[in-house]
């Protein structure tokens, strides 16, 4: 089979997984926005993100260290793992004796037993489902992320709209849902047969935790380039706009969906193919038509912002929520920027050079702070979003730059400055207020909507041979 169509079943399969997964995750949003008003619903934003903050620093991103060296041949599995779990019950047993510091913290104050639990129980169901990749049961991964997401929202309707439970009982349904599915995904791939301490390798333990413990902080600057804003527009304006923010952020996750799943399969595939004669050629063809692809999708969900607010966000609780579309589709294109930085973080992962990923990223941290604080006084909701857009593409020129130094593959400038313009062409046609107003005359949704199209027709154009390329080399039988 070649390279290609593994790449592109693998795919396939974490896309069929995904996609219900995906479905569930988005009428969460519609469930959280229906039970709780902005400033609560940014509460359970904090929660999740503190809980993602700390997940790598618990865990020591010793995850990322078990798909690389969990897929590398050289390596025994029963080490890799047994050093792996190893590495997460010395993070748990530490990350609680130090716990009691989270009660210093005004937002996550009554929340703190719950919080601990739920970060635990993430690292461990992190541990064994890469684990489950790296031995090939890719099916099984994909199984799982439908299964877990089901759990989740079952839990969710439990725990919130039935018990009346609030933030707290969405931290019980996350930790429940991942419990099962850590616990699953344990049993049927058979774990337990390639976890002893007596498979730990000191030496492989060495290797693994200098590859993963730049990636800690690499993690931490993503999720404080990502949330800052949420805070400095919580306390520079008020909570309401940083919930209402938050709830404009959730469309966009639709981009990062399309990245997630090809990042999965590509991670696999780039380290099998790292030490291949046509490597560069192999990120040539997979990086145009991975950007083909993200550019289609966000250049669709831009076209159907509006229907997709209605459809998601549920403005009976709070109808203040009816402005979340205003800002969705600048953040689709910095999801975008987000998804290209990735694919860049991928080459550092498979060249061992995750110092870079660390560095690069506090690039874009740092600007992302700076701009947060200098733009949202004076702009607000729209300060936040020029701030995350700019940094991340501060950080695309940055990686695009130093990530080719390992594997230096051709990359076509013209396509990414034509499409990221017709974007933001079509982005400033869907900022109009009154396209989600009742009387609004409709020359103006024709006038939108007809620039909209048009541009989403011109990068369906520009794009496509990159997309029927790709597919005939997976239609080829070598």
């Given at each position: 089979m070649n390279k290609y169509k593994t790449l592109a079943l693998n795919t396939l399969v974490f896309a069929i997984g995904s996609f219900g997964s995906k479905v569930l995750s988005f009428l969460l949003t519609k469930l959280y926005t229906a039970n709780f008003e902005r400033a609560l619903f940014n509460t359970k934003e904090i929660l999740e993100m503190t809980a993602n903050f700390l997940i790598p620093v618990v865990s020591f991103s010793i995850t990322d260290a078990i798909i690389?060296?969990?897929?590398?041949?050289?390596?025994?599995?029963?080490?890799?793992?047994?050093?792996?779990?190893?590495?997460?019950?010395?993070?748990?047993?530490?990350?609680?004796?130090?716990?009691?510091?989270m009660l210093l913290f005004d937002d996550v104050r009554g929340y703190v037993p719950l919080l601990v639990?739920?970060?635990?129980?993430?690292?461990?169901?992190?541990?064994?489902?890469?684990?489950?990749?790296?031995?090939?049961?890719?099916?099984?991964y994909a199984l799982d992320g439908i299964c877990c997401t089901f759990t989740l929202f079952i839990f969710n309707v439990i725990f919130i709209s039935w018990m009346g439970l609030g933030v707290k009982g969405f931290l019980l349904s996350v930790m429940f849902s991942d419990l099962c599915s850590g616990a699953f995904v344990w049993w049927i791939a058979r774990h337990g047969r390639f976890f002893s301490f007596r498979f730990i390798d000191r030496e492989l333990m060495e290797v693994m935790l200098r590859f993963s413990i730049p990636l800690i902080p690499a993690a931490l600057l993503w999720i404080i380039t990502g949330f800052s804003d949420r805070i400095f527009l919580k306390h520079l304006v008020s909570a309401d706009d940083a919930g209402l923010y938050g709830a404009a952020t959730k469309i966009p996750n639709l981009i990062s969906m399309v990245s997630t799943v090809f990042y999965q399969a590509w991670n696999m595939s780039a380290i099998a193919e790292n030490d291949s004669r046509e490597r560069n050629a192999f990120y040539t063809k997979v990086y145009e038509a991975y950007q083909a692809m993200l550019y289609l999708a966000a250049g669709c969900i831009i076209l159907l912002d509006?229907?997709?607010?209605?459809?998601?966000?549920?403005?009976?609780?709070?109808?203040?929520?009816?402005?979340?579309?205003?800002?969705?589709?600048?953040?689709?294109i910095a999801v975008l920027l987000m998804c290209l930085n990735q694919f860049f973080a991928s080459i550092y992962t498979v060249t061992k050079h995750t110092k870079n990923s660390l560095w690069t990223s506090l690039v874009a941290a740092v600007l992302n702070l700076f701009l947060n604080a200098v733009l949202i006084s004076g702009y607000g909701i729209n300060g936040a979003v020029i701030a995350t857009v700019l940094s991340y593409l501060v950080c695309y020129f940055v990686r695009l730059i130093d990530a080719r130094r390992f594997v230096p593959f051709r990359v076509y400038h013209w396509r990414f400055i034509i499409n990221i313009g017709i974007l933001f062409l079509m982005s400033w046609f869907m900022h109009n207020p009154a396209l989600n107003q009742s009387g609004t005359p409709f020359r103006t949704h024709l006038i939108a909507y007809s620039g909209c199209l048009l541009g989403l027709a011109a990068i369906t154009v520009i794009n496509a041979k990159p997309l029927l390329n790709t597919v005939r080399k997976v239609l080829r039988r070598r």
């Open positions: 690389r060296y969990g897929l590398d041949k050289n390596y025994e599995k029963r080490a890799v793992f047994s050093n792996a779990v190893a590495v997460l019950l010395a993070g748990a047993g530490g990350f609680i004796l130090l716990s009691p510091f639990g739920y970060i635990i129980i993430s690292c461990f169901r992190q541990i064994s489902t890469q684990f489950a990749r790296a031995r090939g049961f890719v099916k099984l509006i229907p997709l607010s209605r459809l998601l966000i549920d403005t009976s609780k709070d109808p203040g929520y009816v402005g979340a579309f205003l800002y969705t589709p600048a953040l689709v």
